[in-house]
């Protein structure tokens, strides 16, 4: 089955502890991007990458790193946490090397930084 | 700024009914204008999406408007179903970049 995996789906941490979500898409993809999904706000771009060693930033990239070393794999990476990164986090994939194509979300991961 | 503005931001009609949401946007680069449905607890998924080299695409029920002049774009749900519940994001990006920019969504709730 064609689908973007998420984990954890649903995450509790401390201030400053160090996590890591993981993404992974089993559709040959060259596009992947974060997003995080607030109330009021919409989706956000966090992050993007147009292929391997490829990864750039979008609107809201601060507190956030990701790498892309694997074509499937497109972590997303929270070196210290803190409470305004409570949030809803959505990984995405696209067949096309850019965003202007379907866009197939994971899930989501549920984080809340106390 | 904000470069993708979308409204309203809920919407209650009634079943068999038209839903009507409006995009506006800003960046005249941008050129693949899609609409994504959610559901609650799940991911957002392509509804139906459109080009500006077209002024209305419509597949089944959905149907969206494009207005280049005016850097607008409207989703028309006709026959509005319970079914049809859920938030709806429109979105807006451009051919090889990577930047893809979202309204702040809608939610529609279609009463029996």
């Known amino acids: 089955e064609a689908q973007v995996t998420q984990n954890p789906r649903y995450l509790i941490t401390v201030t400053g502890k160090k996590l890591t979500v993981t993404c992974s898409q089993n559709?040959?993809?060259?596009?992947m991007s974060w997003y995080r999904q607030d109330p009021g706000l919409g989706l956000r771009q966090i992050y993007y990458s147009m292929n391997v060693e490829a990864t750039d930033k979008g609107d809201v990239p601060e507190g956030y790193k990701v790498s892309r070393k694997e074509k499937r794999n497109f972590p997303l990476i929270l070196e210290s946490p803190s409470p305004n990164q409570t949030s809803l986090y959505f990984c995405?994939?696209?067949?096309?090397?850019?965003?202007?194509?379907?866009?197939?979300f994971g899930p989501g991961t549920r984080l809340t930084v106390t | 700024q904000q470069q993708v503005k979308q409204s309203p931001q809920s919407l209650i009609v009634q079943k068999g009914g038209i839903s009507i949401i409006n995009c506006a946007y800003e960046?005249?680069?941008?050129?693949?204008f899609p609409w994504y449905q959610q559901f609650p607890g799940k991911g957002p998924a392509l509804l139906i999406a459109i080009r500006p080299d077209v002024s209305e695409k419509k597949e089944g029920r959905f149907t969206i408007s494009f207005n280049k002049s005016a850097k607008q774009f409207s989703l028309h749900i006709m026959d509005s179903q319970p079914g049809d519940s859920a938030t709806y994001f429109c979105?807006?990006?451009?051919?090889?970049?990577?930047?893809?920019?979202f309204g702040d969504g809608t939610t529609l709730t279609v009463k029996p």
């Open positions: 995405a994939s696209s067949s096309h090397s850019g965003g202007a194509y379907e866009q197939y």
């Open positions: 559709m040959n993809h060259e596009y």
């Open positions: 960046n005249t680069a941008f050129d693949y």
């Open positions: 979105a807006a990006s451009t051919a090889n970049a990577g930047k893809s920019t």
